[in-house]
């Protein structure tokens, strides 16, 4: 099955972000898949869950999440790493889901991998793991001064 595209080359790898976390938060698959790379091998992990490899993999495991609907989740306290084609940022996402007792948060601590193609800036790589209120708390060092 083909991949969809997005409709114009996107400006920053923080665009391409931003549509994959709207994708997330409507369940909307199509959507979400048009922000990967055409490379074959693009990847993913969901937390707690093994390497899933290429774009039909991908989307069937998303196809799975969003079985149980959308995935609110939000990105958080960003830390950016960019070069002239690639980035890298480092994501702490506050996910909120209604189970039986109400409203429940909990926090993912996610890495997201973009390159910038002929088709502008695409996702490669998604590698999110369990995170803790704890994972909030950074643990930075801090930055050298040079004399």
């Known amino acids: 099955m083909p991949r969809p595209k997005a409709t114009a080359p996107l400006a920053s790898a923080d665009e391409i972000e931003q549509q994959f976390y709207e994708a997330l938060q409507r369940g ?6 048009a922000v990967w790379s055409d490379d074959d091998e693009i990847s993913c992990v969901h937390p707690g869950g ?5 774009a039909a993999a991908i989307r069937s495991a998303f196809e799975a999440i969003f079985a149980n609907g959308a ?5 958080e306290k960003v830390r950016r790493l960019q070069t002239l084609a690639c980035a890298v940022h480092s994501v702490l996402e506050h996910i909120q889901i209604m189970s039986t007792e ?3 948060s909990a926090w993912v601590v996610a890495t997201n991998v973009y390159v910038q193609t002929a088709q502008g800036w695409r996702l490669v790589a998604h ?3 369990p995170g803790t209120p704890r994972a909030v708390q950074e643990i930075v060092e801090a930055a050298s001064v040079l004399h």
């Open 28 to 33: 909307d698959i199509d959507r979400l898949m």
């Open 50 to 54: 093994p390497r899933v490899v290429g």
């Open 71 to 75: 995935i609110n989740a939000r990105p």
């Open 102 to 104: 109400g409203p429940q």
């Open 127 to 129: 590698h999110a793991s």
